[in-house]
């Protein structure tokens, strides 16, 4: 099984080909992440802002994958945190729409997001859900951003 890590840049949505080294059936991966956009975000709204992104994978063989996204530099490993300049904004990025099931490394709570069979040579778009708490009146206006790690395992 082969570990790939790519930073996931807020402002990039970059398509990577990823290869199995050194084996000999070797599946290769194609990979697109779209960044997770929130829009405008209201500290005074009653409800959670939501945001979306996408993952996409195409890979060459039905090998298993799974994709993780690392812990996030904030105090708690899985409350991550957006900034811009010394401000910052509470989120974090989900398996469901619900925002219940935290996408992260598999420790701590969080989940990995598993397809033990992809269907060789078919595109499969992953959902990348965001919520940001409501009740952040401290947040001024302006652009948050927060890069994060994508680890492909396949």
């Known amino acids: 099984m082969k570990k790939i890590a790519l930073l996931i840049l807020a402002v990039a949505a970059p398509f990577l080909t990823l290869e199995k080294a050194q084996s000999a059936d070797s599946n290769i991966c194609r990979l697109n992440v779209t ?4 829009g405008k975000y209201n500290p005074f709204a009653r409800g959670d802002a939501r945001g979306n992104g996408t993952i996409t994978y195409n890979c060459s063989s ?28 509470e989120y974090n990025l989900y398996l469901d729409a619900a925002c219940t099931l935290i996408w992260g490394d598999g420790t701590g709570g969080s989940q990995v997001y598993r397809d033990p069979s992809p269907s060789p040579g078919n595109t499969i778009s992953v959902p990348i859900y965001g919520c940001i708490p409501a009740g952040q009146r401290s947040a001024a206006m302006g652009t948050y951003n927060e890069n994060f790690v994508v680890t492909v395992h396949f």
């Open 35 to 38: 960044p997770v956009s929130f």
């Open 62 to 89: 039905n090998t298993p994958i799974s994709i993780a996204l690392e812990r996030s530099t904030g105090a708690d490993a899985f409350a991550r945190r957006m900034s811009q300049g010394a401000g910052g904004l």
